[in-house]
């Protein structure tokens, strides 16, 4: 028994200290089952690609028998030989013409496309923003609702059945005006363009020489949807040709492809065919990808 001296009193032991409670980690995957998430859709995005890359060199007994992704007896010379003299070389009159339709057309609408979007961003006029506002309405409409009135209009003009029918629709793209004035606005400073007037230069020459250059990710931009869009498009020629010699590519397949059931040869055709039109779009997007390079206008304003 100790004796504590008077006056004084103890100091009551302190209680343990309670353990910090365990904070729990947020739920999350693993990096196996990230990994292996990002295989299976790699492999899904690209088994179609695989699959036509390997039924391109396959003969039509191959095809109906289900051996499109076999590794043995490879046809694609034949195939290739086929395809260039099946009606007198019809399939690459059609790949000109989807050439002609999707490359001239997709530079003439990028350019018309960033015109509008620069006069939408730059100047002031009266009833600017309902102008605007009908051009955001246009993109709403889906294109196949316009193929009747289109076709209505042509025939007034008499150009159904021509290359202007589906050349001149192709030139008008209401997306491609509202992404080329959201380009302008971001790549386009008010001060550059006001320095160039400074220097006297005119609003043709400021946007030639200025505007159109610091702009050019969104032309490519615009470009490459009109192009691919072009590329693709079906329904308008349906409804526009009737000739074949006219027709773009993808009318061209879809027309062998419909004979396929009396005529089993034209399954090699097709499917080569298929192979050779998929290479202008995979050309033009590795080609044009360095111009997608964001800040070209870094550092112009100081």
Same mark, same amino acid.
């Given at each position: 028994?100790s004796?504590?001296?008077?006056?004084? *009193?103890?100091?009551?032991? *302190?209680?343990?200290a309670a353990?910090?409670?365990?904070? *729990?980690?947020? &739920?999350?995957?693993?990096?196996?089952? %990230?990994?292996?998430?990002?295989?299976?859709a790699?492999?899904?995005? /690209?088994?179609?690609?695989?699959w036509?890359?390997?039924? $391109? $060199?396959?003969?039509?007994?191959?095809?109906?028998?289900g051996?499109?992704?076999?590794?043995?007896?490879w046809?694609l010379?034949?195939?290739?030989?086929?395809?260039?003299?099946?009606?007198?070389?019809?399939?690459f009159?059609?790949?000109l013409?989807s050439?002609?339709?999707?490359?001239?057309? $997709?530079?003439?609408?990028?350019? %018309?496309?960033?015109?509008?979007?620069y006069?939408?961003?730059?100047?002031?006029?009266?009833?600017?923003?309902?102008?605007f506002? /009908?051009?955001?309405?246009?993109v709403?409409?889906p294109t196949? $609702?316009?193929a009747?009135?289109?076709y209505?209009?042509?025939?007034?003009?008499?150009?159904v059945?021509t290359? &202007?029918?589906?050349?001149?629709?192709?030139? %008008?793209?209401?997306?491609?005006?509202?992404?080329?004035?959201v380009?302008?606005?971001?790549?386009?400073?008010s001060?550059?363009?006001?320095?160039a007037?400074?220097?006297?230069a005119?609003?043709?020459?400021?946007? &030639?020489s200025i505007?159109?250059?610091?702009?050019?990710?969104g032309?490519?931009?615009v470009f490459?949807?009109?192009?691919?869009a072009?590329?693709n498009?079906?329904?308008?020629p349906?409804v526009m040709?009737?000739?074949?010699r006219?027709?773009?590519v993808s009318?061209?397949?879809?027309? &062998?492809?419909?004979?396929?059931?009396?005529f089993p040869?034209?399954?090699?055709l097709?499917?080569?065919?298929?192979?050779?039109a998929?290479?202008?779009?995979?050309?033009?997007?590795?080609?044009?990808?360095?111009?997608?390079?964001a800040?070209?206008?870094?550092?112009?304003?100081?």
């Amino acid at each position: 028994m100790s004796i504590l001296a008077p006056g004084r *009193r103890t100091r009551p032991d *302190r209680a343990p200290a309670a353990p910090a409670p365990v904070r *729990r980690q947020p &739920w999350s995957l693993s990096k196996a089952a %990230v990994n292996g998430a990002l295989v299976l859709a790699t492999a899904y995005t /690209l088994l179609p690609l695989g699959w036509l890359l390997s039924a $391109a $060199a396959k003969n039509t007994g191959d095809l109906l028998g289900g051996r499109g992704l076999s590794p043995e007896r490879w046809h694609l010379g034949d195939n290739l030989h086929a395809l260039a003299t099946t009606g007198d070389g019809i399939y690459f009159r059609w790949y000109l013409n989807s050439l002609l339709y999707a490359g001239i057309g $997709a530079v003439l609408c990028a350019f %018309v496309c960033v015109c509008a979007g620069y006069a939408f961003h730059v100047y002031a006029f009266r009833g600017k923003e309902q102008l605007f506002g /009908l051009v955001l309405l246009g993109v709403l409409v889906p294109t196949t $609702a316009l193929a009747l009135p289109m076709y209505l209009l042509a025939s007034q003009l008499h150009i159904v059945n021509t290359f &202007w029918a589906v050349f001149i629709p192709s030139l %008008v793209n209401p997306f491609g005006v509202y992404l080329s004035r959201v380009f302008c606005a971001g790549y386009i400073p008010s001060e550059v363009l006001e320095a160039a007037r400074v220097d006297g230069a005119g609003e043709l020459r400021t946007f &030639w020489s200025i505007g159109l250059r610091m702009v050019m990710p969104g032309f490519v931009t615009v470009f490459l949807f009109q192009f691919t869009a072009i590329w693709n498009n079906f329904f308008l020629p349906l409804v526009m040709l009737s000739d074949n010699r006219l027709f773009p590519v993808s009318l061209g397949l879809y027309a &062998w492809n419909t004979q396929t059931t009396a005529f089993p040869e034209y399954y090699p055709l097709v499917v080569t065919g298929s192979l050779l039109a998929v290479v202008p779009l995979v050309v033009a997007f590795v080609a044009l990808q360095r111009h997608w390079k964001a800040g070209l206008t870094a550092g112009s304003v100081k």
